[in-house]
């Protein structure tokens, strides 16, 4: 069992909704559409499952492709979102959000004016 697969089963445990997971073709399609070509571990992550409805305990919500895609396509959101990375999910209610860059680093958003997102 791969790492996604246990969090997947936790999620399920505390009565998410967790969407089962996608082609690696639609998840590489939603990505690029950003300038960022998915790594491994994000397409195993997204083979596993494509988000969840809500927060989990930790308050974290992993966006589905549809939700990546609307959160990342304003024009202002696209020119960030190639500069920065994409959006991918976020932290109690958009309190901060997680970003994947072409290099595969995660970083937190935290939206205050023009300060650029941290690399975790």
């Known amino acids: 069992m791969n790492i996604f697969e246990t969090f997947k089963e936790k999620w ?6 967790v969407h089962p997971g996608c082609d690696e ?5 939603c990505f690029e559409k950003f300038g960022v ?3 491994d571990d994000l397409l195993a992550l ?12 930790e308050h974290f919500k992993l966006w589905s492709l549809t939700e990546i895609l609307e ?7 696209i020119e960030r979102a190639i ?4 959006l991918f999910g976020d932290y109690c209610v958009n309190c901060w ?7 595969g ?9 023009e300060s650029e997102p941290e690399l975790r």
């Open 12 to 17: 399920i445990e505390e009565k998410l909704d």
């Open 71 to 77: 959160e990342n396509s304003s024009e202002g959101d």
């Open 97 to 103: 959000c997680y970003r994947v860059n072409k290099k």
């Open 105 to 113: 680093e995660v970083l937190i958003d935290y939206f205050t004016g």
């Open 46 to 57: 997204y083979s596993t499952l494509n988000g969840k409805d809500c927060m989990d305990d």
């Open 37 to 39: 070509t998915p790594a």
């Open 83 to 86: 500069k920065y990375g994409v």
């Open 25 to 29: 073709k639609m998840i590489t399609e």
